[in-house]
């Protein structure tokens, strides 16, 4: 008695179910198990710890390090390396945005890795004085338009996945030397 082809894929496809679904039941076995799934508890949200706000002193134009977005930009921008603080929830630094025509924005920003947000603590004037933001929201960062540059510098310069990258010099050291941690691969220390 031979076979046909129906009938011999009839019978594997009746096995390999068989095979899928004893694969499936251990693996859903094995997350209940371990904890990996079901549990009871909802994962809390993390506290961040904000540290008061000190602002540094107004950005000078020959200390300014320049990052690229892209290669579209239509803006340059830079960081003043001497802004740059980390603590253990938040970086905080000085952008500067400069237009083709000559336009100039600055700002005292933060950004959190773990959450991919980023909040503006004060927009610099042209007197060279700070004005404190009224918008006390954290927002996510994107990388549409006016993100894109939060975006690189978390990306490429400050974070290593939803961990802060080093110290405010290791932070320089990759701007300053356009080391990017995932284009370079470099996450090491400049020292």
């Not at 320049?66 to 938040?90: K, L, N």
């Not at 004060?122 to 006390?136: D, I, P, Q, T």
């Amino acid at each position: 008695m031979r076979k046909t082809w129906v009938e011999f894929f009839e019978g594997w496809r009746k096995w390999a179910g068989a095979v899928a679904l004893l694969l499936v039941s251990v693996h859903a076995s094995a997350e209940i198990i371990f904890g990996e799934y079901g549990d009871d508890e909802e994962e809390k949200p993390r506290e961040y710890k904000v540290l008061p706000v000190k602002l540094p002193a107004f950005p000078v134009e020959e200390k300014l390090l320049q990052f690229e977005v892209g290669p579209t930009q239509t803006q340059s921008f830079f960081i003043d390396p001497e802004s740059i603080s980390v603590s253990p929830d938040e970086i905080r630094y000085t952008m500067v945005t400069k237009s083709n025509a000559g336009a100039k924005n600055v700002s005292y920003e933060g950004v959190r890795c773990g959450t991919f947000e980023f909040r503006r603590y004060a927009y610099g004037h042209r007197n060279g004085k700070w004005v404190m933001s009224k918008n006390e929201d954290w927002r996510l960062i994107n990388f549409h338009a006016a993100n894109r540059p939060r975006a690189v510098l978390v990306q490429e310069f400050f974070c290593d996945g939803k961990a802060i990258a080093g110290s405010a010099e290791d932070m320089i050291f990759r701007i300053r030397n356009k080391r990017s941690i995932i284009r370079n691969n470099y996450t090491g220390s400049s020292f």
